[in-house]
């Protein structure tokens, strides 16, 4: 495996263009979460033309909804929720600033034109490894929504937190130059 | 008539659906060491160092595999000769599954209006429950923890009974391969043929039951599975679809009479985490 990049979020979109399809990241600070519930009320929001509770600039959000906390840890179990069905709200979110999505899985075509646009990347974190990716995150509270529960936004403090670039702001796709390779 | 308690009922679903969240199947997580070894890709083995790795940790520390703790999606084999008392039998499944959400720190997953309102119902119940009634005096309930992110990869097709074995392949493979990195590859491929709509659904979901390494006793349809297995195995898309050899661990066909006409076939997929407990009582 080659090494990892260390990234720290807010990140500006020259450090986002530097990176390529297949880079291994650790990433340290502050990321928000998300997943369908909250995507479609910040986006209403955007639609009636009302400022968001969060500033997305520069930020990642992690499409994520934890499983509740034991005493004494930050978060529960914290892995990737499958991606495409936040694809129809991203557009937006990314025309605001927004850098970096985290979650599983393939994205639709307007998701990806939209990142080469703006300068933003998509990084894949392993679907199922929630409880490893959870050691990773060392404080969590909830930003908005608590009464989405799981779906709440929520910020997290993250400490090499381990993603893999797999679609770059110039529309590299891991997703379709990698399995190509191992096709019999 | 032999009598149980529907208490017991309870207690028994609550800890199985805790074991199911908390403690990989022996013969799932020696399947990943095993395929780890002979993955050519360097991500895909990476992915899966991460994958068992997880599932150490959840099992020394008591933490959920997976965050999507899964819809509660209940077998049971209930005797003839056996009274369930002091309670009835689908709210003591749901107690159970319910308490061990609170008691064991699983997600809530579950809305109660599934296109309207779509609000949370809080306690990840109801359950979705399928009895069969058997012979004998003894119940026994396995109990699954079914994650979405694949059951929304999985598909039914009414084929003709013209498609034949080349249809059945063509489909089940199909529907392997354009999920992608959707459903958390490795996934589990359970196949259900024959039947109605709905049989061949559940047929297919009770096929994801069986564990690794055991084939169909029909040859024919353990030779389908070894088949289809490899096909799925030859497409690349391998762990968490970033390439490699290692796309699927195991194809389950189950089947069943149908009629003339028809040739049901289900698909249901499920992630490398297929979490399942069962007892007898």
Redesign the interface.
């Known amino acids: 495996m080659d090494r990892a990049i260390k990234i720290n979020p807010p990140v500006s979109t020259d450090e986002v263009r530097a990176l390529q399809a297949g880079d291994n990241v650790l990433i340290t600070g502050t990321i928000y979460t998300g997943r369908d519930m909250a995507h479609k009320r910040l986006v209403e929001l955007l639609q009636a033309g009302k400022q968001l509770p969060i500033d997305l600039k520069g930020q990642f959000i992690y499409y994520v909804g934890p499983s509740p906390a034991k005493p004494g840890l930050a978060v529960g179990s914290a892995g990737p929720t499958t991606s495409y069905r936040l694809d129809p709200y991203t557009p937006a979110l990314l025309e605001l600033g927004l850098k970096g999505m985290i979650g599983k899985g393939t994205r639709s075509a307007e998701v990806i034109a939209a990142m080469k646009k703006h300068g933003a990347v998509y990084f894949g974190a392993v679907g199922g490894a929630a409880a490893l990716i959870s050691k990773s995150i060392k404080r969590a509270e909830v930003i908005c929504y608590p009464d989405l529960g799981a779906e709440a936004v929520h910020k997290f403090y993250v400490e090499d937190f381990p993603a893999i670039v797999v679609i770059d702001s110039h529309g590299q796709n891991l997703y379709q130059t990698q399995p190509p390779q191992y096709k019999i | 008539m032999r009598k149980i308690d529907a208490a017991i009922i309870t207690e028994t679903v609550h800890d199985l659906f805790l074991q199911a969240n908390y403690f990989i199947g022996t013969d799932i997580f020696e399947q990943l060491k095993q395929r780890r070894e002979l993955e ?5 083995k ?2 899966l160092t ?2 068992i ?2 599932n150490e ?2 099992a020394q ?1 008591q ?7 899964g819809l509660a999606v209940l077998f049971i084999e209930l005797g003839q000769e056996v009274a369930v008392v002091g309670g009835d039998l689908n709210e003591a499944i749901n107690a159970g599954v319910s308490e061990a959400c609170t008691n064991g ?5 579950v809305v109660d209006d599934p296109l309207f309102d ?1 609000l ?1 119902t ?1 306690n990840n119940t109801p359950a979705i429950t399928h009895i069969n009634i058997v012979p004998g005096n003894r119940i026994k309930i396995t109990v699954t923890a079914k ?1 979405f ?1 694949s059951e ?1 990869m999985s598909r039914m097709k009414m084929l003709k009974p013209a498609d034949g074995v080349e249809g059945v392949k063509n489909f089940v493979i199909q529907t392997a391969v354009d999920a ?3 459903p ?1 590859p490795p996934i589990i491929v359970g196949v259900g043929i024959g039947g109605t709509m709905e049989k061949a659904a559940i047929l297919s979901k009770r096929a994801l039951l069986r564990p690794l390494g055991q084939e169909n006793q029909d040859p024919r349809y353990a030779a389908l599975e070894r088949e289809v297995l490899d096909e799925i195995n ?5 762990p ?6 290692t796309t699927a661990l195991a194809v389950n066909i189950d089947y069943f009479p149908t009629h003339i006409a028809g040739l049901p076939v289900a698909v249901n997929i499920c ?3 297929s979490r399942q407990a069962q007892k007898v009582l």
Do not use: F, M, W
């Not at chain 2, 030859?234 to 391998?238: E, M």
């Open positions: 050519e890709s360097p991500i895909g990476s992915v991460q994958i790795k997880n940790i959840a520390e933490l959920p595999i997976c965050q999507d703790t720190y699983l997600r809530k997953s779509r949370n809080n994650g992110g929304n992608g990195p959707n958390c030859k497409s690349g898309v391998g968490a679809g970033l390439g490699g050899r992630c490398h985490a």
